[in-house]
């Protein structure tokens, strides 16, 4: 222990930034000298389900009034990331607000929100506004219904570069829409929707983004998915959707596609023509192709073929009511596949 404490508090907070937060905190009762060292980490990450091994609310209670009093009196000039979950019990929305706000001012480049308290009673969350004009933002994850967007005429992202949107909800139509068009270097994009999120159609048009993720439940609206980015090079679709409409321009710099569909996708394979790898699941669920391949769930399933493979399967699949089993067998067979 001598021979630690000896060492710069300097090098020690290098130390102490590869530990979990929860654990950095633990060491300032070892002695005066660490009493504040663990305030100097660039990188804080709170999560009740870690931090919080009594559920009580009072527990809970004193575990937010601890961010409440030490996140201000922080001493980091920069806070690099700063990660927020709450799954056990609810958060005022001005705490939110006063947290986000202080990573903000103290040049934050990750932000991570993860709120999966689900009472009803539970108010929804609201960002600051100074959030959306954080330059020096690159990172942006948020997660949970009770998580409100509402984007200001106001935002400006220019070092976005990776935004994930997991079952948010959206103050209007129009709110991603006006997000993604202003987030000018944004690469990676991943979209989880939520059948109550106040989103209808979605569209991407960002020229910038090489990876774009989607997820779409079944009960989700069926109005078109308008996609532009003519340099994505990885697209993956989860469309659990009866009926589904894509208008995507063509990907010429596309390298993989991951699809996972109800239904064939035929739209959506008119855009996917350039790859390198594809793997496409189609769920079929009407007696009819249940009949035609003798199947009930997943009727073939094909990963990281060939252009030359994924024509032989595709060609005949545009017309897949109308062709029998054992032809489609053998079209499987013929590049080593099995169903």
Same mark, same amino acid.
């Given at each position: 222990?001598?021979?630690?404490?000896?060492?710069?508090?300097?090098?020690?907070?290098?130390?102490?930034?590869?530990?979990?937060?929860?654990?950095?905190?633990?060491?300032?009762?070892?002695?005066?000298?660490?009493?504040?060292?663990?305030?100097?980490?660039?990188?804080?990450?709170?999560?009740?389900?870690?931090?919080?091994?009594?559920?009580? +609310?009072?527990?809970?209670?004193?575990?937010?009034?601890?961010?409440?009093?030490?996140?201000?009196?922080?001493?980091?000039?920069?806070?690099?990331?700063?990660?927020?979950?709450?799954?056990? =019990?609810?958060?005022?929305?001005?705490?939110?607000?006063?947290?986000?706000?202080?990573?903000?001012?103290?040049? =934050?480049?990750?932000?991570?929100?993860?709120?999966?308290?689900?009472?009803?009673?539970?108010?929804?969350?609201?960002?600051?506004?100074?959030?959306?004009?954080?330059?020096?933002?690159?990172?942006?994850?948020?997660? =949970? +219904?009770?998580?409100?967007?509402?984007?200001?005429?106001?935002?400006?992202? &220019?070092?976005?570069?990776?935004?994930?949107?997991?079952?948010?909800?959206?103050?209007?139509?129009?709110?991603?829409?006006?997000?993604?068009?202003?987030?000018?270097?944004?690469?990676?994009?991943?979209?989880?929707?939520?059948?109550?999120?106040?989103?209808?159609?979605?569209?991407?048009?960002?020229?910038?983004?090489? #990876?774009?993720?989607?997820?779409?439940?079944?009960?989700?609206?069926?109005?078109?998915?308008?996609?532009?980015?003519?340099?994505?090079?990885?697209?993956?679709?989860?469309?659990?959707?009866?009926?589904?409409?894509?208008?995507?321009?063509?990907?010429?710099?596309?390298?993989?596609?991951?699809?996972?569909?109800?239904?064939?996708?035929?739209?959506?394979?008119?855009?996917?023509?350039?790859?390198? #790898?594809?793997?496409?699941?189609?769920?079929?669920?009407?007696?009819?192709?249940?009949?035609?391949?003798?199947?009930?769930?997943?009727?073939?399933?094909?990963?990281?073929?060939?252009?030359?493979?994924?024509?032989?399967?595709?060609? &005949?699949?545009?017309?897949?009511?109308?062709?029998?089993?054992?032809?489609?067998?053998?079209?499987?067979?013929?590049?080593?596949?099995?169903?």
């Amino acid at each position: 222990m001598a021979r630690i404490s000896g060492l710069s508090d300097e090098l020690l907070v290098k130390i102490l930034s590869f530990l979990p937060t929860k654990e950095a905190v633990s060491t300032s009762v070892l002695s005066k000298q660490w009493e504040f060292l663990w305030m100097w980490l660039p990188k804080l990450e709170y999560d009740d389900y870690d931090h919080v091994t009594d559920r009580s +609310e009072s527990a809970l209670q004193t575990y937010r009034d601890f961010i409440a009093k030490n996140l201000p009196l922080h001493r980091a000039p920069i806070i690099e990331s700063l990660s927020l979950g709450f799954r056990l =019990g609810s958060l005022q929305p001005e705490d939110l607000k006063s947290w986000v706000g202080i990573a903000v001012s103290r040049r =934050g480049r990750e932000l991570s929100i993860c709120y999966l308290y689900y009472w009803d009673e539970s108010p929804q969350l609201l960002l600051p506004c100074s959030l959306y004009t954080c330059k020096s933002l690159v990172t942006l994850k948020l997660e =949970g +219904e009770k998580i409100l967007v509402d984007v200001p005429s106001t935002v400006c992202l &220019p070092s976005l570069k990776t935004l994930q949107l997991e079952r948010v909800t959206y103050s209007n139509e129009d709110s991603l829409r006006l997000l993604l068009s202003y987030c000018p270097v944004l690469e990676d994009l991943s979209i989880v929707r939520d059948e109550n999120d106040n989103l209808r159609a979605v569209v991407v048009i960002v020229s910038s983004l090489q #990876r774009l993720s989607l997820e779409i439940p079944g009960l989700c609206s069926s109005d078109a998915y308008v996609i532009v980015t003519p340099y994505l090079k990885y697209f993956k679709v989860v469309d659990y959707r009866e009926s589904m409409s894509y208008l995507i321009e063509q990907l010429p710099e596309l390298e993989e596609a991951d699809i996972v569909v109800l239904q064939y996708p035929e739209n959506l394979l008119e855009s996917v023509t350039f790859f390198k #790898r594809l793997s496409l699941r189609v769920l079929f669920n009407s007696p009819r192709e249940v009949i035609c391949f003798h199947m009930s769930t997943s009727c073939f399933l094909l990963h990281y073929l060939t252009q030359n493979q994924i024509f032989l399967i595709l060609n &005949p699949l545009l017309l897949c009511c109308h062709v029998c089993r054992l032809c489609f067998v053998m079209v499987l067979s013929s590049i080593g596949l099995k169903i």
